[in-house]
């Protein structure tokens, strides 16, 4: 049974809460390509699973939700909060924008758009 583009990218953003990579990969279309504003990209479901497991060892807590949600055929663009917070550290709320590209119900592609340095600076203190 398939769901509508705009739950599967809340289903999405919600698994995060779960910090489980086995449940993102859910929503993953294989050939999955995600691009982290300054970051290099990250190509393959595998790969970005790694990617998250590494994020998820580095921080005590991590929050996402949904602010705003626009869907246009197969893509969404959603502005999100981050919350992230380092061990001892306070969650710190990330605004971000997203855009995701769906193919085949799945996220094949997924862009993060936030301004690096200030949630660098919201993250650390």
Do not use: C
């Amino acid at each position: 049974m398939s769901i509508d583009n705009d739950t599967l990218v809340r289903e999405f953003v919600a698994a995060f809460n779960t910090r489980d990579t086995d449940h993102l990969a859910d929503y993953l279309h294989p050939d999955v390509v995600f691009r982290n504003y300054g970051e290099d990209e990250v190509h393959g479901r595998d790969a970005l699973l790694r990617v998250w497991k590494q994020v998820f060892a580095n921080f005590e807590q991590v929050e996402f939700e949904t602010v705003h949600q626009a869907v246009n055929g197969d893509v969404v663009i959603a502005e999100q909060i981050h919350g992230l917070a380092l061990p001892g550290r306070p969650l710190a709320p990330v605004m971000n924008m997203a855009v995701y590209e769906i193919r085949d119900g799945k996220i094949a592609a997924w862009r993060d758009y936030t301004n690096v340095a200030y949630a660098a600076q919201l993250v650390t203190g």
